[in-house]
């Protein structure tokens, strides 16, 4: 354990440490804002140090050199680190703001009163935040199919818990319950997947699986022929398939508008993001360092999937209504088009490209969890604390809700246009810049079906981003819907949280040189 | 003070984020007066620096502004910088003086409503945005001004948000632009890949070096941007939202929908002028749709109830012209009459607009008639604005129509079909213009003048009727020191890269004197038409002669292209609706899908 | 004698797929949220023994590590899942699955005021 892999380490670390302290204290004594505290500062410390890891950028520390490597800590792991941590400690900030205005009984009715205890027991929440990011920080930078199946399970067994937050709200329950089961499957089929390719090839880890394939006559191999072939393709398609659930892609998209309205929009905000990013960062990863002759017709198989999602992502977000479910069907839309900057990337050999489709990925990831995060925190922050005793969790995030919210609280309104804009990917924001950059490198590489499905689609989408925008604005909506929930008190964390993302939107799209500059130098992509 | 060139887009701008952020707390004069001062403060800047690039050209006869580097990568990049060239010029100083004159008026025909400070608001925003546009010095600045006045009239068309069918107006002109949007992108984007660079001049330099004409890239890259064009432009098949886009207010219509949005296509098409001579299918394409949508446009006019409506189907017909125009590569021609009809659209929309508060908020002509007693002053500007368009001697129309009609005449062989038809639109211009004139302000009076204008809207209106009579004498020869002013001024930008682009050689003198007589009997005869039709026929007889227009109107309203869109909406809506059926929310259903996509993917990917 | 010699991996593989299938048969088919929980443990159970199989027909350790791995961070998923099964029994005195789903959120037919054109009829005199 030398010094540069603890400093390597170190941001998974500080989120660990900063876990189990508040682990310990609410063991001790119960205090929200403490809590809250630790956690902000462990995510901001752990922000800090990938931050650094990245602008720094030593030689890939892999973890652990004298056994076989779990970890891969490159400027690629600790860029992608940055952002996840990034996105949850925007997260924690809007859940500090959600948990004080919970009622108590909101979380259990059978829970004591304690004094200080206004509103429910939220330290565990952070608890389970910091896991989830842990294991999406692991995912990152997994090169070994252990540590991609202990992140993955880390993070999602988290989400479990996370998403059904408040048991006394059967519709939480309830959402938690269905991504339990479905989750469950998904891990499962994935694990078998890369138990197939492990019984092909012999490797666990994913930089020895390409040197085989490239190899791909193993003198000592204990198969042969078609079933050989069959084995890896079936893998292969297997993966995919369990990748493609936690990214939500269509076809397996269909719990991701349940899961996200059931969940506390905090945790909404988290799987939105945070989970997906991790489970993108660890398959960009994978199906770039692996060769694709082998894998046959699998990648075109995937490339007609992401197609897939951004039409039937739009095309379901155009008739919704409610709030959370048209932004988890765009962001089965928007997957669509992150994915199209992976496939610009060819097939993994001509190194320009796929670096190209790396800088792309790599900008349009932060932009698109800025503005889900601020599109999710502005719910979070509309949702009235009475609603949460409702089995249905009330009607904050319908659209009749946010009718006429620029007249009521204006900030609040621009905010969400804003995102919406930005999701929308209409000029002056950061949406506008990270399509034209994936377009371009797909263009570039003569991706035309998905760039051309991108614009066209992002056409389509603009149509019920432009829709929310113009319920915000309207008039003459129902008042005493509005009413009802707009006495609800922001806290600071909120208004921060809201403030810098919105901030990083403008800037990606007005002046985005500096970010772009930093990524080219700094996370040059190389297959580790 | 061509270092001040930021100040066109930024004083509108400014003024948009003033009044968005304090509009509520503003009281109407002072809402007026920030909303109309930055743009007028513009329009000054945008003459001074025309008549000092008049005085003084620029070293190498364009301009080059920078103002910030917006993305770079490492083989291109883009700036956010403005280029002042002799059309620049022309469009933008068309734009901000027409904006000044419909902003004014504008503050007579919104008082009172309780949007005052959000409409001036966002058309502050729009003037900011079409600005950008023309001054854009690449293809995704100009873009970026692209979707902002999609964006400004998507907004400004359904500002009365009381009335549902306003809303639905303003979505479908949005989506139908929408289409054009989405090609301009893919041009852009296949333009940036293959060209390496975005910047409009080296574009064009690179790809006259590049590409033999005919080539297919070349084709693509033009098929695009004329798909753009063509939808922004409200030509046929992409013409369906503009007659609806009427029913945003009336000043929206002015700016917008007659003298500025609209023809941001013909700019477009005119500033990649190289790019189109190296795709001579899609020239030809342009003429056809061009003359295509004016002879239709201008039979539907023939026919319409609606005075807005009439001439919404009249703008729609005349950018028609222009592209016929652009298509035989009479890129000068074209610009000169976007100029022309800028003024006298505008100012038949204004002065439409002060006849409908007169009857009271409605634009439906039974409701009108002889209102010249009543309106005189509404009377002569009106009347001003109608000979400009039907093209009658000496009014700014005829110099610029005249010139198109040339063009079309001597460009080539087959070009004397186009000059065939653009005689026939000229004839059927001059008819529905005069019949509009006549319906609404000659015959009995139907309705007692509720509103007379005041100065506020008079000053505009009879300005830009100074403007339509005067303002093609400077083509004149002899008027301005060489003659062909416009043409000449127009031409050096033009000529820099491509010197056929400028006005064909002259024709002889007996050719001139026959297309100007045949312009000018075309004007005269349809505006004796217009007359008799409206005053010595009976009212079923005059049906009964625009009986055929009629149907050109059918096409357009409800044809093919109206199907089409119809279809592809509805289509979207059907599947969204039975995708959303999948939702069942039972976990057991989710599972099977889940398990379902395995087995397949997995066969799938072993099997083929 | 070594019992990796006797069972091959292959046979493994294919015990671990037969395995796979019937956990997720399970998942599909059964409506007690318990069997659910069940089936799933046996999928997990399933790509473990995959593992395993696999790792003994290259001889190596790796395969049965990583069975360790599964089963630890199953029993963790396990744990989860009872706990949710607890509350959601609490709720409804009953674990159906398919009960749990109770949806008044689910819009059934869209909006019909969303047809972007709707509306736009041919009246008799504005052409």
Redesign the interface.
């Known amino acids: 354990m030398t010094s540069e892999s603890l400093w390597a380490l170190s941001p998974l670390l500080a989120v660990t440490a900063a876990a189990i302290a508040v682990l310990l204290l609410a063991c001790f004594r119960r205090n929200h804002a403490a809590a809250a505290t630790i956690c902000l500062l462990g995510l901001s410390a752990a922000l800090w140090l990938a931050i650094r890891a990245a602008a720094c950028p030593a030689a890939p520390v892999r973890f652990d050199d004298h056994a076989p490597t779990l970890l891969l800590l490159d400027a690629y792991a600790a860029y992608m680190q940055a952002v996840l941590f990034a996105a949850a400690l925007a997260v924690a900030l809007f859940s500090h703001d959600y948990s004080s205005r919970q009622p108590s009984h909101a979380i259990s009715p059978h829970m004591p009163r304690r004094s200080e205890a206004k509103t429910g027991p939220a330290e565990e929440f952070y608890v389970l935040l910091l896991w989830a990011t842990l294991g999406g920080g692991v995912l990152a930078a997994a090169t070994h199919v252990a540590s991609l199946f202990l992140g993955l399970e880390i993070l999602s067994v988290s989400l479990y818990a996370m998403i059904a937050y408040r048991p006394h709200h059967a519709k939480g329950v309830a959402g938690g319950v269905t991504y339990l089961v479905l989750a469950s499957v998904a891990s499962a089929v994935l694990l078998f997947g890369m138990a197939l390719l492990y019984a092909r090839w012999g490797t666990m880890d994913f930089a020895h699986l390409a040197a085989a394939m490239r190899a791909a006559e193993s003198a000592d191999a204990p198969w042969g022929g078609a079933a050989a072939e069959g084995l890896t393709l079936a893998g292969v398609a297997l993966v995919v398939v369990g990748v493609g659930f936690k990214l939500a892609i269509a076809p397996l998209h269909l719990w991701a508008a349940d899961v996200y309205h059931a969940a506390p929009p905090p945790t909404a905000a988290f799987v939105a993001t945070v989970s997906k990013g991790a489970v993108f960062a660890l398959f960009f990863r994978f199906f770039t360092t692996i060769p694709h002759e082998q894998l046959g017709g699998v990648p075109t198989l995937f490339a007609v999937l992401a197609g897939l999602s951004m039409c039937v992502g739009n095309l379901l977000a155009l008739r919704e209504n409610r709030l959370t479910r048209l932004l988890a069907y765009s962001s089965v839309a928007q997957m669509g088009y992150l994915l199209t900057a992976f496939f610009a990337g060819g097939d993994g050999e001509n190194r320009q490209a796929v670096s190209r489709a790396f800088e792309a990925a790599a900008f349009y990831l932060p932009v698109y969890f800025a503005a889900v995060l601020g599109a999710f925190g502005v719910v979070s922050v509309l949702s009235a604390s009475r609603d949460a005793t409702r089995d249905d969790g009330g009607d904050s995030d319908h659209l009749d809700a946010v009718g006429g919210l620029f007249f009521r609280r204006p900030v609040l309104a621009c905010v969400l246009t804003l995102m919406m804009m930005s999701l929308a990917g209409l000029p002056l924001t950061g949406g506008f810049v990270g399509k034209f950059f994936i377009v371009r490198a797909g263009i570039g590489t003569g991706l035309w079906t998905l760039s051309v499905l991108l614009i066209l689609n992002s056409a389509v989408s603009l149509y019920y981003y432009l829709r929310v925008c113009a319920v915000l604005f309207a008039r003459d909506m129902n008042e005493t819907l509005t009413t009802k929930s707009s006495a609800n008190k922001i806290h600071l964390s909120a208004t921060i949280a809201l403030f810098v993302l919105s901030l990083i939107v403008l800037v990606l799209g007005l002046y985005p040189s500096p970010f772009i500059e930093f990524i080219r130098q700094t996370v040059t992509w190389g297959p580790g | 003070m061509l270092d001040y060139l930021y100040l066109l887009p930024a004083l509108p701008g400014a003024a948009f984020v003033v009044l968005a952020v304090l509009g509520k707390r503003l009281s109407q004069p002072v809402a007026a007066w920030v909303g109309v001062a930055p743009t007028a403060a513009a329009a000054a800047v945008t003459l001074a620096i025309a008549a000092e690039c008049l005085a003084a050209p620029p070293r190498g006869g364009s301009f080059r502004q920078t103002l910030w580097t917006w993305l770079a990568a490492e083989n291109f990049r883009v700036d956010v910088a403005f280029y002042l060239d002799p059309l620049a010029i022309v469009m933008a100083a068309t734009v901000a003086v027409v904006a000044v004159f419909v902003l004014l008026h504008a503050v007579e025909y919104m008082a009172g409503d309780d949007g005052f400070s959000r409409f001036f608001a966002v058309m502050n925003l729009f003037v900011a945005a079409m600005l950008v546009l023309v001054l854009a010095d690449n293809l995704l600045l100009l873009y970026v001004g692209w979707e902002g006045v999609g964006l400004c009239s998507y907004l400004l068309i359904g500002f009365w948000k009381r009335d549902p069918a306003n809303g639905r107006a303003a979505r479908k002109a949005f989506l139908v632009t929408r289409v054009g949007d989405t090609a301009l992108l893919i041009g852009i984007v296949f333009l940036l890949v293959h060209l390496g660079t975005l910047d409009i001049h080296g574009l064009q330099v690179a790809a006259r070096n590049a590409w033999a004409p005919g080539a297919a890239c070349a084709v693509l890259a033009a098929a695009m941007m004329l798909a753009a064009a063509v939808a922004k432009s409200a030509q046929w098949p992409m013409h369906i939202w503009l007659p609806d886009a009427m029913a945003g207010p009336t000043p929206v219509s002015a700016l917008l929908h007659a003298a500025t949005m609209v023809t941001a296509g013909v700019y477009l098409v005119a500033r990649l002028g190289v790019l189109f001579t190296l795709a001579p299918a899609v020239q030809w394409a342009t003429a056809g749709i061009g003359s295509a949508t004016m002879l239709l446009g201008g039979a539907a006019a023939l026919t319409q109830t609606d005075l807005k409506r009439a001439l919404a189907y009249s703008t729609m017909s005349q950018i028609g012209l222009m592209f016929a125009a652009l298509g035989v590569g009479a890129a000068t021609a074209a610009i000169f009459h976007f100029l022309t009809h800028a003024v006298f659209k505008s100012l038949l929309f204004l002065a439409a607009g002060s006849v409908m508060l007169a009857v009271g908020h409605s634009s439906d002509m039974a409701r009108m008639g002889g209102l010249r007693r009543s309106l005189p002053r509404v009377y002569v500007a009106f009347l001003a604005g109608a000979a400009a368009l039907a093209g009658l001697p000496f009014f700014s129309g005829f110099f610029s129509k005249e010139a198109i009609l040339a063009e079309l005449w001597s460009h080539g062989d087959g070009a004397h079909v186009l000059w065939a038809v653009g005689l026939a639109g000229a004839f059927l211009t001059a008819w529905y213009a005069f019949r509009l004139v006549f319906l609404v302000f000659h015959g009995p009076a139907r309705v007692v003048v509720a509103h007379r204008p005041t100065w506020v809207a008079r000053v505009p209106m009879l300005s830009l009727a100074a403007l339509a009579v005067l303002a093609g004498w400077v083509q004149w020869p002899g008027v301005v020191e060489n003659g062909q002013f416009v043409a000449h001024f127009l031409d050096a930008s033009f000529d820099r890269i491509l010197p056929s682009m400028s006005l064909a050689p002259e024709p002889t003198p007996a050719t001139r004197w026959m297309l100007l007589t045949s312009a000018t009997a075309a004007a005269i005869a349809g505006a004796t038409l217009a007359w008799w039709t409206t005053h010595r026929v009976h009212a079923r007889a005059a049906e009964k002669i625009t009986q055929p227009a009629s149907l050109f109107t059918r096409v357009l309203r409800y044809g093919v292209a109206d199907r089409a869109w119809r279809a592809v909406a509805f289509a979207g809506l059907w599947i969204g609706n039975q995708l959303a059926r999948m939702q069942t929310g039972r976990v057991r259903w989710y599972a099977a899908t889940l398990a379902a996509v395995t087995v397949l993917a997995v066969l799938a990917a072993v099997f083929l | 004698m070594n019992i990796l010699s006797v069972v091959s991996?292959?046979h493994g593989?294919a015990v671990?797929?037969a395995l796979?299938a019937v956990?997720?048969l399970g998942?599909?088919?059964r409506?007690n949220?318990l069997f659910?929980l069940l089936s799933?443990e046996i999928?997990?159970n399933?790509?473990?023994l995959?593992?395993v199989?696999?790792?003994a027909?290259?001889g190596?350790a790796?395969?049965q590590?990583?069975f360790l791995?599964?089963l630890a961070?199953a029993a963790?998923?396990t744990a989860?899942?009872l706990t949710?099964?607890l509350?959601?029994f609490r709720?409804k005195r009953n674990l159906n699955?398919?009960a749990?789903?109770?949806?008044?959120?689910?819009?059934?037919?869209?909006?019909k005021?969303?047809?972007?054109?709707?509306?736009?009829k041919?009246v008799a005199?504005?052409?």
């Open positions: 991996g292959h593989l671990a797929a796979f956990g997720l998942v599909l088919t409506r949220l659910v799933l999928m997990l399933a790509a473990g995959a593992f199989a696999a790792g027909l290259w190596q790796d395969g590590i990583m791995f599964i961070t963790a998923e989860i899942g949710l099964l509350i959601v709720e699955s398919d749990i789903a109770d949806v008044p959120h689910v819009s059934s037919r869209g909006v005021s969303n047809h972007p054109f709707e509306g736009d041919p005199n504005s052409q």
